[in-house]
């Protein structure tokens, strides 16, 4: 056993601190991250706004990126997203 599931975490390969950040920016973070990354890598996106999961959701569904796991710990978010491999353009 790995020790990233241990207290049910997954392993990542990016990770980006989005607390404090209001509706767009922990979005527009992570659309600059994962244009960065490569295809099936994985972004562990941490944010404290509380719209954080429809705009995830909405963003995620729309350019084929997927949210392999949500998490919400003391009012934060958890995302952990896998990077399309051709993410459709929004």
Same mark, same amino acid.
């Given at each position: 056993m790995? =020790?990233? !599931?241990i207290d !049910?975490?997954i392993? *990542? =390969?990016h990770? &980006? =601190?989005a607390?404090? &950040?209001?509706c767009p920016?922990? +979005?527009?973070k $992570?659309?600059v991250?994962l !244009?960065k990354i490569p295809?099936?890598? +994985? +972004?562990?996106?941490e944010s $404290?706004d /509380?719209h954080? #999961? @429809?705009d995830f959701?909405?963003?995620?569904? %729309? $350019?084929?990126?997927? @949210? @392999?796991k949500?998490d &919400? $710990? !003391? =009012?934060?978010y958890g *995302?952990?997203?896998? %990077?399309a491999?051709d /993410? %459709? #353009? +929004?």
């Amino acid at each position: 056993m790995s =020790d990233s !599931n241990i207290d !049910n975490k997954i392993a *990542f =390969d990016h990770y &980006l =601190d989005a607390k404090g &950040l209001n509706c767009p920016l922990p +979005i527009l973070k $992570t659309k600059v991250l994962l !244009n960065k990354i490569p295809v099936d890598e +994985i +972004i562990f996106v941490e944010s $404290t706004d /509380p719209h954080s #999961k @429809i705009d995830f959701e909405a963003y995620c569904a %729309r $350019t084929g990126h997927k @949210i @392999i796991k949500f998490d &919400l $710990t !003391n =009012d934060v978010y958890g *995302f952990y997203i896998k %990077r399309a491999k051709d /993410p %459709r #353009k +929004i």
